[in-house]
DNA sequence: GACTCACTAGAGTATATACTCTAATAATAG
DNA sequence: CTATTATTAGAGTATATACTCTAGTGAGTC
């Protein structure tokens, strides 16, 4: 592998692992047993290592949610969508951590991520549609639609750290995938009082599937029984 | 005033412009025209400095959040408690951007913060009860409850870093409370499907006081007729 | 007037950080 | 084989950062 690829490669686990605050470009050579000059040999600095693994992620996540026009939406599809999201999200999870300070020290990031925050969007919103067309929710307004997509971007990139600092995880406890996409969970959550009679036992079984197992609110205090109880209120 | 006091003060100016990473306890002491010396007179480290002011933020929102058991709960008190989160969240905003960092580096503010969210969370709950006892929006089983409130947490806290990344705001272009507020529009858009059909219409006019002036998201086109439309499907 | 004590100045320091420079070695093209 | 280019090592550097240390000052107390 070339030694620019491994850069990256070191660079991303690094980040990950310990925040990209708390690793130096000394720290990546010293890593790869490469010497700083060769690092910056292959990249001017910091700013574009990291520059270069949003593109990788962009691109993945781009990937992923490339919405088929010429057929209806199923809910294998969704669950692809949902699961692929979380997937990148752990893969660069080091970037929505220091979000907005690399956003403040690289310009292209800036624009670039300001674009792909919008393509997410427009994504989860014709999602959505798609739904809808498919009989999965009730359509719904363009104005309530835009809304609720919205929501779901925020509970999706937000999921992570709620998990790191709020939950469980005391000091050695490291987060994992598994933890991660019960954030599906929420986001399913949302879409609750949308579904159609005809796929809501089917939307609520696959939302089970992700339900966390430690209690995780302060109120949530039964936890064994909720299963029948859960569908009281529709 | 008191030198430690204005070292706090300072401080909290300071990170919530430029961000607590671009910070130093040099800045901080410069800018009050102080030694160094003086700052670690009063304050041990910078950590501690920060522990102070998290006291303060705490201490703010747990005031705001204690929700009356003596009545039943209004319309009103549901505007304040919304409005003063994200009042809190502004004058203590640059704490939400850093947040992983600080807990890591910080053993006391780690636990604090943990019980800090789970009361918070308890709080968004209790407040979802009493709304429907009040009758503004339907009783929810305790599970759907729990889930929908850490939605709310969830979108409440990663409002601001939505807008600070994604929206309009190119350089020099910067936050103001307005914009935060008009986070409160969409949480009251996860609370839409659950209104009651008696409060419903207050609860959308509420809402549209705080429907954001610019587009937002990659679809929504419209913007001028909405808000006859919104209602369509409800 | 001696003493205490909260408070302050300002120089200084150890370490980290991002990055540069020079020189050397491998790889490759003609 | 030679010339060029790509790659690497490793020492070095300017600056920043968090923090320490010493030497005070000034207001009150007895």
Redesign the interface.
Known sequence: MKTRDKILLSSLELFNER?E?NITTNHIAAHLAISPGNLYYHFRNKSDIIYEIFLEYEKLVDFYLDIPEDRPITLEDLTFYLESVFDGLWSYRFFH?????L??SD?RL?QD??EF???C??AI??IFEKLADAGII??????????????V???I???M??L????ALE?STSLTLKELKQGI??VL??E???LTADYRERVMALREKYRPSLP???????GAS?KD??L??F
């Open positions: 925040g605050r951590r220091d979000l907005e300070y956003l403040d310009r800036r991520y300001r925050t919008n393509r969007l427009a919103s014709r009730q359509p719904q307004p363009d104005e309530l639609r835009s809304a609720m997509s919205l929501n971007w925020l509970v990139t937000n999921w750290a709620f790191k600092t709020a939950h000091e969970y929420q959550t949302l609750i009082p949308y995780e609110s302060a109120d949530a205090s039964d909720g109880e859960k009281r209120n």
